[in-house]
């Protein structure tokens, strides 16, 4: 049997999703103002857009998927893969030091 929500119910999910589209519109501004950034060292700019990426990706996740509302299995399957995520991120950010892996010999 289908459920019957009021037309304020609807009204408060369709603002929600409104203000996490905002949100979404928000981020992708900041990003692409973070890219005109003056900064030396690409390690860190590369640190901030994915920071921004996984905010976003949080508020899809959540809210357009509808996880944050799931039990905790889905908690532990949505930790597990951001774990994972963010040692990713980090194999990125450190294989970024020249210093870190194995230098191929120098040109002659």
Do not use: C
Not at 1 to 7: C, I
Not at 9 to 37: D, M, N, W
Not at 64 to 72: A, G, P, Q
């Amino acid at each position: 049997m289908s459920e019957h929500h009021s037309p304020a119910e609807f009204q408060k999910h369709l603002l929600r999703y409104k203000l996490v589209f905002g949100a979404l519109i928000v981020g992708t501004i900041i990003t692409v103002a973070a890219s005109y950034l003056k900064i030396d060292s690409v390690a860190v700019t590369v640190a901030i857009a994915l920071f921004i990426a996984t905010v976003k990706g949080f508020l899809v996740a959540g809210w357009f998927m509808h996880l944050i509302s799931e039990k905790k299995m889905i908690y532990g399957i949505l930790v597990a893969t951001a774990f994972f995520a963010v040692a990713l991120m980090f194999l990125i950010i450190w294989s970024m030091n020249h210093s870190s892996l194995v230098q191929l010999p120098a040109a002659q």
